[in-house]
């Protein structure tokens, strides 16, 4: 079945970087769109950016377009969300999904940000 | 940016009643509007996709309608296990998700 598999749970400096890996199987990676999505606890959903996987177009939110990279490697099927200048604010769950509609989703890598 | 706004942000209510949850957008978004559910601790699941097309697996009581700016979700028979917050998203220019509306049962 469609499955997307996320690192593990992440502890960083304020300042620094993190990068969170989102490995597919189960459908065609190479003809989807993988997005990333965050929701800090108690808030609503928020999105990120997306990346075309077969021609590695990318698009962000405009709040993260400074910051973040979304990447992807087809020889694993894996997906990428790199976010930098990491502040306290950046303390949620980092989601990822798969396709247009975001059928598919992550289990969530929890990052947190503290001194 | 395409702001969603959803009504109402809570709503608590008995099993078997009919349940609507309303997304309006800040511009015509024609139909590219999804609808996930997620409980605590989970992560949100696709209910609709694009205003009103079913997702297989999801049960039948729950279906979508709207296009331009005004969606509606509707839950018929509510059932215990519909305890949730509910999401409105866009996919029409980048992406944005509205509040998000909290379902408890009495």
């Known amino acids: 079945q469609m499955q997307l598999v996320q690192s593990g749970p992440e502890v960083k400096k304020p300042g620094t970087s993190v990068k969170v890996s989102c490995k597919a199987s189960?459908?065609?990676?190479?003809?989807?769109?993988m997005q990333w999505v965050r929701q800090a606890r108690g808030q609503r959903l928020e999105w990120i950016g997306w990346i075309v996987v077969g021609s590695g177009n990318t698009n962000y939110a405009q709040k993260f377009q400074e910051r973040v990279t979304i990447t992807r490697d087809m020889s694993t099927s894996t997906a990428y969300m790199e976010l930098s200048s990491l502040r306290s604010e950046d303390t949620a769950v980092y989601y990822c999904?798969?396709?247009?509609?975001?059928?598919?989703w992550g289990q969530g890598t929890l990052v947190t940000v503290s001194s | 940016e395409i702001v969603l706004t959803q009504s109402p942000d809570f709503q608590s209510v008995t099993p078997k009643e009919k349940v609507t949850i309303t997304c309006r957008a800040s511009?015509?978004?024609?139909?590219?509007l999804h609808w996930y559910q997620q409980k605590p601790d989970q992560s949100p699941k696709l209910l609709i996709k694009?205003?009103?097309q079913s997702i297989s697996g999801v049960p039948s009581r729950f279906s979508g309608s709207g296009s331009g700016t005004d969606f509606t979700l509707t839950i018929n028979s509510l059932e215990a296990e519909d305890a949730a917050t509910y999401y409105c998203h866009q996919s029409s220019s980048l992406r944005t998700f509205g509040q998000g509306t909290k379902v408890e049962i009495k």
């Open positions: 999904a798969a396709g247009g509609d975001l059928g598919v």
């Open positions: 694009y205003a009103s």
């Open positions: 189960g459908f065609t990676f190479t003809s989807s769109a």
């Open positions: 511009q015509s978004i024609g139909s590219s």
